[in-house]
């Protein structure tokens, strides 16, 4: 199926009533699906694995990384031809703005790339394909106005030859993904949703902006539904938005829940999120992940997890 590109050019949301984030999805079944999902902790700095239904203590860690560099704010797992499975991730440091993203060997956390930046790394994603890595980077400054999406391209198809090739203006930017549907990055950050077609091949890969659409305000997180390739989800401070890629001006507002941090949807039909406390007393989250179809949370104690995501290779 084509994209509709008058689609793709229109810069308005046409948002739907609100729902509770229980209210996404109805008719799922009621026990816990079996996945693993990782917990990015900012109190420990590092990236646990867990299986859905276990408790979320030391005990039953499947898989961990800690960088040793500071706050983990991403994390992807993705397959590659040249290098096998990797995963990949970025964050840093809140009080001067530095930041760090890594690409390691699943198998055995071999580095195979990182690059250093000024302005605060939240997100890291691999174009497949053309194998350009982007890092989305918040600031400039120690306030809110900066941000960008740093492009690197390889030199060819290993991840160890990528090359910084330049830095695309992107307000507050938070999050990318890649979708091989439409090929295109999507991008958030700010109060734009946008999305960019990758041309090019090896070093001379650009982004072209395709289409640009307004939310609410602090976009944060942008990630796929496994149940419907059509279909993202995005958050901001005050919104959880379900998105049709074929026609994202017609986004719907599926929650008001403030602070979302990140929301993602399992194959089986589970959503999972976590948020930062809604007395906005700490920015970077709670001690829980919680769920959807049906309600439940699993409590990480000690921690205090910015992000959930799922141990999933596949883009969508």
Known sequence: MSIDRRSLLRGTVAAGAALPL??????QSQAAPAYQLAVLDVNRNNVCVFNRGDQFTDANIKWSFNPGWGDVLETRFRDTNNDGPVFM????SP???KGHAEIRRRSDKKL???ATFNNYPHCIERVRGPGAVVVAGTRTDPGKNGGSLHLYGPANGS???LKYLRSYPFRQAHGVLWDPLFNLLWAVGGTVLRSYRVEGTY????LVKAGEWAIAGNGHDVQPDYTDTNVLYVTDSGHVYKVDKRNPAAMEVSSTRKYVKSFSRHS???GLWTSAPQDASNPFG?????FRWPSAATQRPGGRLYKARLVESAYQ
Not at 203 to 206: D, L
Not at 286 to 290: D, G, I, P
């Open 22 to 27: 229980g209210a996404l999805a109805t008719g």
């Open 89 to 92: 991730v970025a964050g840093g």
């Open 95 to 97: 009080g001067n703005g």
């Open 112 to 114: 195979l790339w990182q």
């Open 159 to 161: 991840i160890s030859s």
């Open 203 to 206: 070093q001379n890969i650009k």
């Open 268 to 270: 089986s039909g589970e």
């Open 286 to 290: 709670t001690s829980w992940v919680h």
